[in-house]
């Protein structure tokens, strides 16, 4: 998989890209319109990651000209103007997704597999961790083949979860994902754990592994190690 | 008050006055002077008389003399010594058949050895009619003086004050969101032109400002996410390490969650100063009852992990003109704020009708005093992740729409209604 990330901000490419590399991805950087444009031109990348705000322009301008090409690249924006106006206009000339500043690296990663899901769309693909299998399809989770009856956040969960798997995910990074800004974090982290222990007890019912290891203060990780 | 109105107060009092003082003392101007003419014209019978007298002796036999009106010849035996004397009195008239006033002049004289008291009575009639008329004229001319000026004063104020009301119209116009350059009608008189200009300069460094700040927020807002996701990130790297001792992944955790705070933060206070700024000027037409319910269905499980009862009491279905945003974080704000101070298997009541809208929910205590509450960063409770703006924010919003809103507590329930 092949992502190319634009972003004028060392420090903030430098994490994003130690984060998605130890995914598996293979990233190039580029940190202006120019070389952009050149680079998306020359090469067919899986996911393009784009800052709207470059040194010599708008990162808009790389979108428009990916969706001339008709490549099948898939767009996740990234912005720190948290503008109606920009989220709407970046969607409407054909990006999949927007992330706002600051985001969370689990988020990006999350956000980047869900967009090269869809663009390459088939209904028998699922993602499998050991006995577990998540149908982003039918949005359906069978553990040992028998489907279990989760509810919509349990779903996002644990799908969160195994985008990110053998990942140190902070529970505000989860809290965040399953309620976007409107809850405060003490709050949510109530629920979070109500939405876990029941997520837990699910799979274990279906004779399910536990998988999710509590990561001291700091939250959580799904491994089977 | 009006310009006008206020002007048109001061010329009639100013007015009533004058006219009062000139019509009294005109009147008794007049009168003495007629009273003077009178008094001559009496005298001077007199004089004409005594001539008549010496002069023609069968006058005495004849009392209808073409002099005064009425005289009276009475002879004395010795020299009365009366001093001429004009007195006024009342007498009765046949021919008009009712009492009048009368002057009379009294005097004595010497004729061919005998003495005579004389008196003359003149009808003062005539005299009284022509101060009647002429007071009558007095008051025509005032009343006719004054509506001149009244309506005069009117006709020239309106034509006056025009170019500032029609400055007015355009100021009022005048909107910094969109701000077009204000083009004033030319006009002959300095105060309006110089008034005139200095709003045009004045406006234009509005609008001028106004872009600053929005500028500034917008550009602030973008600088502070950027170290902000930097931060965020970089402890995200850091924590899939497993060298970290727990005492230091506390430590970082706490540092990553500062951060999600801040960035809480600056994002609650650019929306104050984006509605500060009146920069949510477009409007939709908002039904509630559908809005709430969906409002409400969104925090579901944030409800129902709480195990808190909610309850619609839906009289009415008001809509509302608002921009979508401001909705959102007025009602989501309401919501949540309802959810987060209420107590394990609480309640939370909704209530609309078309003239208000009461959130009710059960709680612990304030320990913020009531008129605090609104404010910015009072906090009840030590709930450290709150950014003690949702409810200013909410307060704002309220305003802007010239909504109003009230808390109470009643019975250990908090309520908050906004009235449209």
Redesign the interface.
């Known amino acids: 998989m092949k992502l190319l990330i634009v972003e004028d901000?060392f420090?903030?490419a430098d994490?994003?890209i130690?984060?998605l590399e130890?995914e598996g991805y293979y990233c190039e950087l580029v940190d202006n319109l120019a070389d952009a444009k050149q680079k998306s031109w020359d090469h067919e990348y899986d996911c393009l990651i784009i800052d709207i705000?470059l040194p010599d322009g708008s990162g808009l301008d790389i979108i428009t000209q990916v969706k001339e090409m008709k490549s099948k690249s898939g767009i996740i924006i990234v912005s720190?103007?948290?503008?109606?106006e920009d989220k709407i206009s970046g969607l409407d000339i054909g990006a999949d997704d927007y992330l706002?500043?600051?985001?969370?690296?689990?988020e990006l990663n999350a956000r980047i597999k869900a967009v090269i899901r869809r663009r390459n769309f088939d209904a028998q693909n699922v993602i499998t961790f050991n006995e577990i299998t998540v149908s982003p399809y039918e949005q359906s989770v069978k553990v040992h083949n028998k489907t279990i009856k989760l509810?919509k956040?349990e779903y996002d969960l644990i799908l969160y979860f195994i985008s990110n798997k053998n990942?140190?995910i902070?529970k505000?990074?989860i809290a965040?994902h399953l309620w976007g800004?409107?809850?405060?974090?003490?709050?949510s982290y109530?629920?979070l754990y109500?939405h876990l222990k029941n997520l837990r007890k699910k799979i274990c019912d279906f004779g399910g592994n536990d998988y999710i290891q509590t990561?001291?203060?700091?939250?959580y990780k799904f491994c089977d190690q | 008050m009006k310009l006008l109105s206020l002007s048109n107060r001061y010329y009639f009092v100013g007015l009533l006055i004058i006219s009062l003082i000139a019509g009294i003392t005109s009147y008794f101007v007049i009168k003495s002077i007629i009273n003077n003419e009178f008094n001559d014209k009496l005298f001077a019978e007199k004089e004409e008389l005594i001539e008549e007298l010496h002069q023609h002796d069968d006058i005495l036999n004849s009392y209808n003399l073409n002099i005064g009106d009425n005289i009276a010849i009475q002879k004395a035996n010795s020299d009365p010594q009366i001093k001429t004397f004009v007195r006024d009195t009342v007498l009765y008239d046949k021919y008009e058949k009712k009492e009048l006033n009368y002057r009379q002049i009294t005097f004595s004289d010497k004729v061919k050895d005998d003495f005579y008291i004389l008196t003359i009575t003149k009808s003062l009639l005539s005299t009284e009619d022509l101060i009647q008329g002429v007071t009558e004229i007095i008051a025509i001319i005032t009343l006719l003086f004054f509506s001149t000026m009244l309506v005069l004063s009117n006709i020239i104020s309106k034509k006056i004050w025009k170019p500032f009301y029609a400055t007015l119209e355009d100021i009022k116009k005048f909107n910094v969101k969109k701000p077009n350059p204000l083009t004033f009608n030319k006009t002959k008189i300095i105060e309006f032109r110089e008034l005139n200009s200095t709003l045009k300069l004045m406006t234009n460094q509005v609008s001028e400002d106004y872009r600053n700040l929005k500028e500034y927020t917008e550009n602030t807002s973008h600088e502070i996410q950027t170290p902000l996701a930097i931060i965020k990130n970089k402890i995200e790297v850091l924590i899939q390490d497993s060298g970290f001792s727990e005492k230091q992944l506390t430590s970082l955790n706490q540092v990553y969650e500062a951060t999600s705070r801040l960035s809480r933060l600056k994002d609650n206070l650019s929306l104050l100063s984006k509605i500060d700024n009146n920069q949510f000027i477009e409007v939709t037409e908002l039904r509630l009852s559908p809005y709430l319910k969906a409002r409400i269905e969104n925090v579901e499980e944030l409800i129902s992990i709480k195990n808190i009862q909610t309850s619609f009491r839906f009289e009415g279905d008001p809509i509302l003109s608002i921009h979508e945003t401001m909705a959102y974080v007025l009602f989501n704000n309401l919501i949540i704020n309802a959810i987060r101070h209420n107590v394990e298997n609480g309640k939370l009541e909704l209530i609309l009708t078309n003239t208000y809208f009461r959130i009710k929910n059960t709680g612990k205590p304030l320990n913020v005093s009531e008129k605090e509450l609104f404010e910015r960063f009072k906090k009840s409770g030590n709930h450290s992740e709150s950014s003690g703006l949702g409810l200013s924010l909410v307060q704002r919003i309220v305003r802007y729409y010239g909504f109003s809103i009230t808390y109470k507590n009643i019975d250990s329930w908090h309520n908050i209604t906004i009235t449209f």
């Open positions: 901000e420090l903030l994490s994003i130690n984060y130890r705000n720190a103007r948290n503008a109606i706002t500043k600051p985001f969370n690296l689990a509810t956040k990942r140190v902070p505000g990074a965040e800004d409107e809850m405060g974090m003490a709050d109530d629920f109500s990561v001291y203060s700091v939250g």
